[in-house]
């Protein structure tokens, strides 16, 4: 049994930072490239960021791109988004997501429909 929990979220000011984690247990545990997805009200679910097992590749949504940084800690089973300089259009639910390696190889990362796992969510709330 797969499974992702999320924590960390909360409301912060504008420019505030937070770090999200993200735990993984079952057949997320390990070998599985990892992503970060959010949904906001009223609309779809986009994809932030995403980081292979290796750690060698993180590709970013250009909207986050310099404020906010994925990592993971292998040993502990734990996806971390270290999020910085809030903004209130970052105000959504965010979701963990765990994705084969295969479909990373095959640059599926950005694409939600691709990944097999999810975790339930958490909200971050950025108000102006």
């Known amino acids: 049994q797969a499974q992702l929990v999320e924590s960390g979220g909360g409301l912060v000011q504008t420019g505030s930072s937070l770090i999200l984690s993200c735990s993984a247990s079952?057949?997320?545990?390990?070998?599985?490239?990892m992503g970060w997805f959010r949904r906001a009200p009223g609309k779809e679910r986009e994809f932030v960021a995403a980081i292979n097992w290796s750690t060698t590749n993180t590709p970013y949504a250009d909207s986050v791109k310099g404020r906010f940084t994925i990592s993971r800690d292998n040993a502990k089973n734990t996806v971390y988004l270290q999020m910085n300089s809030l903004k209130p259009e970052d105000t959504a639910v965010y979701y963990c997501?765990?994705?084969?390696?295969?479909?990373?190889?095959?640059?599926?990362?950005?694409?939600?429909?691709?990944?097999?796992?999810w975790g339930q969510g958490t909200q971050v709330t950025v108000s102006s």
């Open positions: 997501a765990a994705l084969p390696t295969y479909k990373w190889n095959s640059g599926q990362y950005y694409l939600p429909s691709a990944y097999d796992y």
């Open positions: 079952g057949r997320t545990a390990s070998g599985h490239a």
